[in-house]
């Protein structure tokens, strides 16, 4: 463990936590070690100066290989992004690479993923969707040969027997779903009215959800107001709707919001502006996932958005790469899980992603030897 790591653990030991009020003493009755608990947490979420924990060594790029990323849809930032990541990754290997959208609708995805099988690349990126609702496409891709790798794919990192993915590349939803609640819990001092948004179409979302909800519960004093169920293609026309009927119904009482991704704060703000609701909250609001350059923005400017655990979307774009070069090559999978993050107002400074620091001199060692 680092010095500031060390550092902010002491702070914490102290009472103080980065991101969070000085804590009162106790907190609601039968909650006070949960607190304690989720303080501790945040704060070692919330280091920065965190060395590359990833892989650092395995087969030499293959050459002349071809990658198509199969998109759930492009409007998802932490989908495009990730995409874009793929894409500079697959150019520093000289690999061809090719998005094509599933522009967010389950028709339009299994044409996608329809059209990248016929293409016959040597790989295929599952983006964002799960694979199970394909299972056809899946099918005729194993069979031809192609190796797909997921991303944010199925409920766990790693690889699936079934459907057949040489692994999925994502942090663990347990972990994510646990510092947001965390976050929550230590920054209210264990009294909070919180408003979940999800998309219960996409089993990977619906279970990190489903998981922050029961983190939540464990702290007496929290209320879960509501659970909003708003697939993410109609975030942008449902959410603010939704918003001014749960700041109608619950007025004051919603103090803080948690979302399964950082675009249904984008779309809530306007209903909070209209309503009067300052940027800088409350209601208090994370997100559990993605952290694309937007999200960061919010959190910098502390308007309508307080927080949220990112995926380092350029690392998991090279990690993609990594794992399909694995599978090219005859090898296993690296076994990489990103440990999680927290970005918050204290700790964005300046930074418009998480990028662990070392992940692309680690990789391009590997590649290129």
């Given at each position: 463990?680092?010095?500031?790591r060390?550092?902010?653990?002491?702070?914490?030991?102290?009472?103080?936590?980065l991101?969070?009020?000085?804590?009162?003493?106790?907190?609601p009755?039968?909650?006070h070690?949960?607190?304690?608990?989720?303080?501790?947490?945040?704060?070692?979420?919330?280091?920065?100066?965190?060395?590359?924990?990833?892989?650092?060594?395995?087969?030499?790029?293959?050459?002349?290989k071809?990658?198509?990323?199969?998109?759930?849809?492009?409007t998802?930032?932490?989908?495009?992004?990730?995409?874009?990541?793929?894409?500079?990754?697959?150019?520093?290997?000289?690999?061809?690479?090719?998005?094509?959208?599933?522009?967010?609708?389950?028709?339009?995805?299994?044409?996608?993923?329809?059209?990248?099988?016929?293409?016959?690349?040597?790989?295929?990126?599952?983006?964002?969707?799960?694979?199970?609702s394909?299972?056809?496409?899946?099918?005729q891709?194993?069979?031809?040969g192609i190796?797909?790798?997921?991303?944010?794919?199925?409920?766990?990192?790693?690889?699936?027997?079934?459907?057949?993915?040489?692994?999925?590349?994502?942090?663990?939803?347990?972990?994510?779903?646990?510092?947001?609640?965390?976050?929550?819990?230590?920054?209210?001092?264990?009294?909070?009215?919180?408003?979940?948004?999800?998309?219960?179409?996409?089993?990977f979302?619906?279970?990190?959800?489903?998981?922050?909800?029961?983190?939540?519960?464990?702290?007496?004093?929290?209320?879960?107001?509501?659970?909003?169920n708003?697939?993410?293609?109609?975030?942008?026309?449902?959410?603010?709707?939704?918003?001014?009927?749960?700041?109608?119904?619950?007025?004051?009482r919603?103090?803080?919001?948690?979302a399964?991704?950082?675009?249904?704060?984008?779309?809530?703000?306007?209903?909070?502006?209209?309503?009067?609701r300052?940027?800088?909250?409350?209601?208090?609001?994370?997100?559990?996932?993605?952290?694309d350059?937007?999200?960061?923005q919010?959190?910098?400017?502390?308007?309508?958005?307080?927080?949220?655990?990112?995926?380092?979307?350029?690392a998991?774009?090279?990690?993609?790469?990594?794992?399909?070069?694995?599978?090219?090559?005859?090898?296993?999978?690296?076994?990489?899980?990103?440990?999680v993050?927290l970005?918050?107002?204290?700790?964005?400074?300046?930074?418009?992603?998480w990028?662990?620091?070392g992940?692309?001199?680690?990789?391009?060692?590997?590649?290129?030897?």
């Amino acid at each position: 463990m680092n010095l500031a790591r060390l550092l902010v653990l002491a702070l914490v030991a102290g009472g103080c936590s980065l991101g969070s009020p000085p804590p009162a003493p106790g907190g609601p009755e039968g909650c006070h070690d949960v607190v304690h608990t989720a303080r501790r947490a945040v704060a070692g979420a919330e280091a920065t100066d965190v060395p590359w924990s990833g892989p650092t060594s395995g087969p030499r790029a293959v050459p002349g290989k071809s990658i198509v990323f199969v998109a759930s849809t492009m409007t998802n930032p932490g989908v495009a992004g990730t995409a874009d990541a793929v894409r500079a990754a697959a150019r520093s290997v000289r690999w061809s690479f090719r998005v094509i959208d599933g522009q967010g609708t389950p028709a339009g995805i299994r044409v996608a993923l329809g059209e990248a099988v016929a293409l016959r690349p040597s790989g295929i990126v599952i983006g964002g969707f799960d694979p199970e609702s394909v299972a056809q496409q899946v099918k005729q891709a194993n069979a031809a040969g192609i190796q797909l790798v997921g991303w944010h794919a199925t409920k766990s990192p790693g690889p699936s027997a079934n459907p057949r993915l040489f692994t999925n590349v994502t942090s663990r939803v347990e972990d994510v779903a646990r510092i947001s609640a965390y976050w929550i819990i230590a920054r209210s001092n264990g009294r909070a009215g919180v408003v979940i948004f999800t998309d219960s179409s996409i089993p990977f979302a619906e279970n990190k959800s489903r998981l922050i909800r029961q983190t939540l519960a464990t702290c007496s004093g929290v209320r879960l107001l509501s659970y909003e169920n708003i697939p993410l293609p109609d975030a942008g026309t449902r959410t603010p709707q939704e918003v001014s009927s749960l700041l109608s119904r619950f007025g004051d009482r919603w103090t803080y919001s948690v979302a399964i991704n950082d675009v249904y704060f984008a779309d809530a703000a306007p209903a909070l502006r209209a309503a009067g609701r300052p940027g800088k909250g409350p209601p208090y609001s994370i997100g559990a996932g993605d952290g694309d350059p937007s999200a960061f923005q919010r959190i910098r400017a502390r308007q309508f958005q307080h927080a949220t655990v990112p995926e380092p979307l350029n690392a998991q774009g090279s990690q993609i790469v990594d794992e399909l070069n694995r599978a090219f090559a005859g090898h296993p999978p690296s076994g990489y899980v990103t440990p999680v993050h927290l970005t918050t107002t204290e700790n964005v400074n300046g930074a418009t992603s998480w990028d662990p620091r070392g992940y692309r001199e680690a990789y391009l060692r590997i590649w290129h030897g």
